[in-house]
C-alpha cells in the first residue's frame, strides 16, 4: 500500500459511506481513479467488505481495549474462545503474541467480566485496560426505524437509499433524513472489515507514552502535521492520561524502525514501542446481536 491506499482506508474506517467524488476530492483523485483503488484494495483483501452497526454512544457502553502478552499456546484457539463472549468486537494479535482485544461494556460489572474473560482465554498475566472516551447519548436515543435502517445497511453499507426505502417501505426523503441525523450524532458506525495482514506492508501498533507535562494536543499536532501519511487511527484512554496507541502503516521494518527512531527524537515522549500485528479477528455477531436485540424490544413497546 502507498501513502493514497492508507489515506482511503482512513477515511472508509471512519465513514464507508462517503462518496468517492468527497474521496477524491479529499486526496486529488478523480472518482473514478478512487473506485479503482478501493476495488483493487478489496480484490486483495485488504478491505473485505463494509459493515453499518450501532456506535457505542448508540450502545450506551465503553469502548475498551484489553491488551498484554499471551501465554497461549494458539492464537487462532483464542480466537476461537473469545467468540463465546458478546462483549467483544475485535482481537489483534501481534509480535510475540502481544494481544489487544477491543470490546464493548456498560458498566463496571461488564468491565470486570471482560478483563476476566480475555486473561482465561488469552492466558495474560498482567492484562492492561484502555478505556476510550465515548460521548454520552442524546435525548432523542433510536427509533425503530433507525434500526432498520442501520439492520439494511448491516453488510452493504453503500447501498443507495432509495433501494432501502423500497425496502423499509418508505420514502427516500425519510431514510436520508434519519441516515443523516444517525452520522451527525455518531449513532451509527459506517465502517470496513480491514485486514492488513494480507499485504507485504508492515501494520505497527506504537505503544506511546509522554513526559509529563506534555498535552495530548501538543502530540496530537504534530501527529497530524508530520505523520499524518502513515496513520491509521490513534487512541487516547480516559483511565490512563499521557498514553496513546499508534496505529501505523509502513512499507517495511526499517522503515518502521525509522519512524520510531524520528517519534523518539521529537523530546515529548518518554518511550517509543512498535508492535508489529500480524493477524485481525472480527466478531461481527456479537454487534448484530445487540441491534437485533434492541429490534425485538422497539418492536416489544
Given at each position: 500500500m502507498?501513502?493514497?491506499?492508507?489515506?482511503?482506508?482512513?477515511?472508509?474506517?471512519?465513514?464507508s459511506?462517503?462518496?468517492?467524488?468527497e474521496?477524491g476530492?479529499?486526496?486529488g483523485?478523480?472518482?473514478q481513479m478512487?473506485?479503482?483503488r478501493?476495488?483493487?484494495?478489496m480484490?486483495?483483501?485488504?478491505?473485505r467488505?463494509?459493515?453499518?452497526?450501532?456506535?457505542?454512544?448508540?450502545?450506551?457502553?465503553m469502548w475498551?481495549i484489553?491488551?498484554g502478552?499471551s501465554?497461549?499456546n494458539?492464537?487462532?484457539?483464542?480466537a476461537k474462545?473469545?467468540?463465546?463472549?458478546p462483549?467483544?468486537?475485535?482481537?489483534?494479535?501481534?509480535?510475540g503474541n502481544?494481544?489487544?482485544?477491543?470490546?464493548?461494556?456498560?458498566?463496571?460489572?461488564g468491565?470486570?467480566?471482560?478483563?476476566?474473560?480475555?486473561?482465561?482465554s488469552?492466558?495474560?498475566s498482567e492484562p492492561?485496560?484502555?478505556?476510550?472516551q465515548?460521548?454520552?447519548l442524546?435525548q432523542?436515543?433510536?427509533?425503530?426505524?433507525?434500526?432498520?435502517i442501520?439492520?439494511?445497511l448491516?453488510?452493504?453499507t453503500?447501498r443507495?437509499?432509495?433501494?432501502?426505502?423500497d425496502?423499509?417501505?418508505?420514502t427516500?426523503?425519510?431514510?436520508?433524513?434519519?441516515?443523516d441525523?444517525l452520522m451527525?450524532e455518531?449513532l451509527v458506525?459506517?465502517?470496513?472489515?480491514?485486514?492488513?495482514?494480507?499485504?507485504?506492508?508492515?501494520?505497527s501498533?506504537?505503544?506511546?507514552?509522554?513526559k509529563?507535562?506534555v498535552p495530548?494536543?501538543?502530540a496530537?499536532?504534530?501527529?497530524?502535521k508530520k505523520y499524518?501519511?502513515?496513520?491509521?487511527?490513534s487512541?487516547t484512554f480516559?483511565?490512563?492520561p499521557?498514553?496513546?496507541f499508534?496505529?501505523?502503516c509502513?512499507?517495511?521494518?526499517?522503515?518502521?524502525?525509522?519512524?520510531?527512531?524520528?517519534?523518539?527524537?521529537?523530546?515529548?515522549?518518554?518511550?517509543?514501542v512498535?508492535?508489529?500485528?500480524?493477524?485481525?479477528?472480527?466478531?461481527?455477531?456479537?454487534?448484530?446481536?445487540v441491534?437485533?436485540?434492541?429490534l425485538?424490544k422497539?418492536?416489544k413497546s
Amino acid at each position: 500500500m502507498d501513502e493514497v491506499d492508507v489515506a482511503l482506508s482512513r477515511m472508509l474506517m471512519r465513514n464507508s459511506r462517503t462518496p468517492y467524488s468527497e474521496l477524491g476530492k479529499e486526496l486529488g483523485l478523480s472518482p473514478q481513479m478512487v473506485h479503482r483503488r478501493v476495488q483493487h484494495l478489496m480484490d486483495v483483501e485488504i478491505i473485505r467488505g463494509t459493515y453499518a452497526a450501532l456506535s457505542f454512544k448508540a450502545m450506551k457502553a465503553m469502548w475498551v481495549i484489553v491488551h498484554g502478552w499471551s501465554k497461549a499456546n494458539s492464537m487462532d484457539e483464542v480466537a476461537k474462545d473469545l467468540r463465546s463472549d458478546p462483549h467483544v468486537a475485535i482481537m489483534q494479535v501481534a509480535s510475540g503474541n502481544y494481544v489487544y482485544v477491543h470490546g464493548n461494556v456498560t458498566d463496571a460489572v461488564g468491565l470486570a467480566e471482560l478483563v476476566t474473560s480475555v486473561q482465561r482465554s488469552a492466558k495474560l498475566s498482567e492484562p492492561q485496560v484502555g478505556i476510550v472516551q465515548t460521548p454520552p447519548l442524546g435525548q432523542d436515543g433510536l427509533s425503530g426505524m433507525d434500526l432498520r435502517i442501520i439492520k439494511a445497511l448491516a453488510n452493504d453499507t453503500r447501498r443507495p437509499v432509495n433501494e432501502i426505502a423500497d425496502e423499509l417501505g418508505t420514502t427516500a426523503k425519510t431514510v436520508r433524513r434519519r441516515l443523516d441525523r444517525l452520522m451527525k450524532e455518531d449513532l451509527v458506525q459506517l465502517s470496513i472489515n480491514w485486514q492488513p495482514d494480507t499485504m507485504g506492508d508492515m501494520v505497527s501498533q506504537i505503544h506511546i507514552v509522554l513526559k509529563e507535562g506534555v498535552p495530548n494536543e501538543k502530540a496530537a499536532y504534530l501527529m497530524i502535521k508530520k505523520y499524518a501519511p502513515g496513520i491509521i487511527r490513534s487512541y487516547t484512554f480516559s483511565n490512563v492520561p499521557g498514553f496513546i496507541f499508534l496505529t501505523y502503516c509502513n512499507r517495511n521494518a526499517r522503515e518502521m524502525q525509522d519512524t520510531c527512531r524520528e517519534l523518539e527524537g521529537e523530546g515529548v515522549f518518554t518511550s517509543v514501542v512498535p508492535n508489529v500485528i500480524r493477524a485481525i479477528y472480527h466478531y461481527p455477531e456479537h454487534r448484530e446481536a445487540v441491534l437485533q436485540d434492541l429490534l425485538r424490544k422497539t418492536g416489544k413497546s
